[in-house]
């Protein structure tokens, strides 16, 4: 899957002073107008490959509908599920080619529009995407598969809600007030993605725009969401392996959730459960940031709790909580990659799991030491192998594993 990533979220472009040559990259405003800039990358999700082909990309720059809003109706965006309610201000379409690292998109919107929306407060967002149909020749299929949902090729990327503003200060008498975007406190660290349930709905995850590993989103949560959402809807062996229907409530544990994508998937496709998800301190905001994007009250509770997989590092009470409960499903989704904490990961998964509880192991292939991993876990006696489905894409050399043990 290619990650198409900000990197840098939607800014003004300030129009050139009259002393000020404008650049041959600067956009040509309008006096009229307000141009909305962004610039995007396509990679792999470690951002270690960029995309080589050329494909066309679009942007648009909308606002969800408010009854209360004053700013009259628009057109509506033309790309998302959520079209009903979005209203498009600005679109345009860039070429990805070859070779490239990065791509600028820029949006014109009537400035009339822009202080419309600044008196009204209105929140805005841009959306990038690429249509699966325009890069069909160049990344025909993700994986070969007939009855599982695809994942998308590229991972539409949306920013967080932003509002225009005006500001005085630094323009000259002659110049109307220079428009400026804000974002709501850090939320200019963050983007939004959307992961497709079926029938359980949709996913909306945040992740931040640096390099954290833990404050990602990674491709094989993905792939699970998409497997889950298929086998859920098909009663697939996949789900009777992994979800015993019972009146007593599921307790599901993840762990190294990350931004919570596992665990927050289970929420929604598993009703009678409680979901606990952990990872390190670093990844509490994001995760938090997820459940509240996804808090529904007549779903399961979802909870963070800090706890390392090295348990001398958690205190009594982080420990106990994780270690005393009787778990029914235990997650780790791609939390093989690091040799170093091979012996800390598989310790923790033997006390975790109890005699009735299964454990979901994902990961996508980086290299070969993970399945060392797999072999500790044997030698530690701790499960057997139930059920395992490998996923063998066709347009990035990667494989990813999803493995159902039970002791
Ligand atoms: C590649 S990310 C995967 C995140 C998430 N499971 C997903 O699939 O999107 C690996 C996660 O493992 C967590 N992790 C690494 N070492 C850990 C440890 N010792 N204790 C707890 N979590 C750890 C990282 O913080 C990171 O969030």
Redesign the pocket.
């Given at each position: 899957m290619y990650h198409i990533r900000f990197l840098k979220v939607p800014y003004i472009v300030p129009p050139p002073s009259n002393t000020q040559q404008s650049s041959s990259k600067t956009p040509k405003a309008n006096a009229g107008e307000i141009t909305v800039s962004t610039k995007i990358t396509l990679t792999t999700e470690l951002g270690e490959n960029f995309f080589y082909g050329s494909v066309p990309v679009r942007a648009e720059i909308a606002y969800r509908q408010n009854a209360n809003s004053s700013v009259k109706k628009r057109k509506r965006a033309g790309s998302s599920k959520d079209k009903a309610s979005s209203i498009l201000l600005g679109e345009t379409t860039a070429l990805w080619k070859n070779g490239m690292r990065a791509l600028q998109l820029d949006i014109s919107i009537p400035r009339k529009v822009v202080e419309e929306l600044a008196a009204d407060n209105v929140q805005i967002f841009e959306r990038v995407f690429i249509n699966a149909t325009d890069a069909a020749d160049e990344c025909p299929l993700f994986f070969e598969s007939d009855d599982v949902p695809l994942p998308p090729t590229f991972f539409e990327i949306e920013s967080m809600p932003f509002r225009f503003g005006q500001n005085d200060a630094g323009s000259t008498p002659k110049q109307k007030p220079a428009v400026t975007i804000s974002y709501k406190n850090d939320d200019s660290l963050y983007v939004k993605r959307h992961v497709e349930m079926g029938q359980s709905g949709t996913l909306t995850l945040a992740e931040e725009i640096g390099d954290s590993?833990?404050k990602h989103?990674?491709d094989?949560?993905i792939f699970l969401c998409s497997y889950l959402r298929a086998s859920k809807a098909n009663q697939e062996e996949f789900i009777s392996q992994l979800i015993t229907d019972t009146d007593r409530k599921q307790q599901i544990l993840?762990?190294?959730?990350?931004?919570g994508?596992?665990g927050i998937a289970l929420s929604k496709l598993v009703k009678n459960s409680r979901v606990l998800l952990?990872?390190?301190d670093?990844?509490k905001e994001v995760a938090e940031r997820n459940i509240v994007l996804n808090q529904d009250r007549s779903l399961t509770p979802v909870e963070f709790l800090p706890?390392?997989?090295?348990t001398s590092q958690n205190d009594e009470q982080q420990n106990a909580a994780v270690l005393d409960t009787q778990w029914d499903i235990v997650v780790a989704?791609?939390?093989t990659?690091?040799p170093d904490?091979f012996t800390?990961l598989t310790d923790v998964l033997k006390r975790l799991i109890g005699a009735d509880t299964k454990l979901l192991l994902v990961h996508k292939e980086r290299h070969g030491s993970e399945n060392t991993v797999f072999e500790m876990l044997e030698q530690k006696n701790v499960l057997k192998l139930q059920w395992r489905q490998l996923l063998e894409p066709t347009a990035v050399k990667s494989r990813v594993d999803i493995l159902v043990h039970q002791s």
């Amino acid at each position: 899957m290619y990650h198409i990533r900000f990197l840098k979220v939607p800014y003004i472009v300030p129009p050139p002073s009259n002393t000020q040559q404008s650049s041959s990259k600067t956009p040509k405003a309008n006096a009229g107008e307000i141009t909305v800039s962004t610039k995007i990358t396509l990679t792999t999700e470690l951002g270690e490959n960029f995309f080589y082909g050329s494909v066309p990309v679009r942007a648009e720059i909308a606002y969800r509908q408010n009854a209360n809003s004053s700013v009259k109706k628009r057109k509506r965006a033309g790309s998302s599920k959520d079209k009903a309610s979005s209203i498009l201000l600005g679109e345009t379409t860039a070429l990805w080619k070859n070779g490239m690292r990065a791509l600028q998109l820029d949006i014109s919107i009537p400035r009339k529009v822009v202080e419309e929306l600044a008196a009204d407060n209105v929140q805005i967002f841009e959306r990038v995407f690429i249509n699966a149909t325009d890069a069909a020749d160049e990344c025909p299929l993700f994986f070969e598969s007939d009855d599982v949902p695809l994942p998308p090729t590229f991972f539409e990327i949306e920013s967080m809600p932003f509002r225009f503003g005006q500001n005085d200060a630094g323009s000259t008498p002659k110049q109307k007030p220079a428009v400026t975007i804000s974002y709501k406190n850090d939320d200019s660290l963050y983007v939004k993605r959307h992961v497709e349930m079926g029938q359980s709905g949709t996913l909306t995850l945040a992740e931040e725009i640096g390099d954290s590993m833990a404050k990602h989103l990674w491709d094989s949560g993905i792939f699970l969401c998409s497997y889950l959402r298929a086998s859920k809807a098909n009663q697939e062996e996949f789900i009777s392996q992994l979800i015993t229907d019972t009146d007593r409530k599921q307790q599901i544990l993840e762990i190294g959730c990350g931004c919570g994508t596992v665990g927050i998937a289970l929420s929604k496709l598993v009703k009678n459960s409680r979901v606990l998800l952990t990872d390190l301190d670093s990844a509490k905001e994001v995760a938090e940031r997820n459940i509240v994007l996804n808090q529904d009250r007549s779903l399961t509770p979802v909870e963070f709790l800090p706890f390392d997989w090295d348990t001398s590092q958690n205190d009594e009470q982080q420990n106990a909580a994780v270690l005393d409960t009787q778990w029914d499903i235990v997650v780790a989704c791609d939390c093989t990659y690091n040799p170093d904490s091979f012996t800390s990961l598989t310790d923790v998964l033997k006390r975790l799991i109890g005699a009735d509880t299964k454990l979901l192991l994902v990961h996508k292939e980086r290299h070969g030491s993970e399945n060392t991993v797999f072999e500790m876990l044997e030698q530690k006696n701790v499960l057997k192998l139930q059920w395992r489905q490998l996923l063998e894409p066709t347009a990035v050399k990667s494989r990813v594993d999803i493995l159902v043990h039970q002791s």
